[in-house]
């Protein structure tokens, strides 16, 4: 079973800048795609970003391109979100996913972390 650890949440002024960090326990074979989602109140979970482990390819939501940045350090088997220009809007709970594809649906993938947060002060 995997395990993924999700950190570096909390609070950060408009205009910050976090960085998230996913940690699984170990890699497995039944994935080969990690991805970032977030969370807001009262809103669906969306797809923020996502990467491909096997070339480093990645997919960014329209909304955070050119603002958050996902890479990955394979021998960790972790994977990081950067974000910069923070808005308030960005505020939600982020989540980290793995699974078989760069999927916009979140019930596709098969592994999901317990979620940190992130809340942007205007």
């Known amino acids: 079973q995997v395990e993924l650890i999700e950190s570096g949440g909390g609070s950060a002024q408009a205009g910050g800048s976090l960085t998230l960090t996913c940690a699984a326990s170990?890699?497995?074979?039944?994935?080969?795609?990690m991805a970032w989602f977030r969370q807001a109140s009262g809103k669906e979970r969306e797809r923020v970003a996502c990467i491909f482990l096997t070339n480093g390819g990645t997919y960014y939501a329209d909304s955070v391109k050119g603002r958050f940045t996902i890479s990955q350090d394979n021998p960790k088997n972790t994977v990081y979100l950067q974000m910069s220009s923070l808005k308030a809007e960005d505020s939600a709970m982020y989540y980290c996913?793995?699974?078989?594809?760069?999927?916009?649906?979140?019930?596709?993938?098969?592994?999901w972390g317990q979620g940190t947060q992130v809340t942007v002060s205007s």
């Open positions: 996913a793995a699974g078989r594809g760069c999927y916009g649906l979140a019930h596709l993938y098969t592994y």
């Open positions: 170990v890699s497995a074979d039944n994935y080969n795609y």
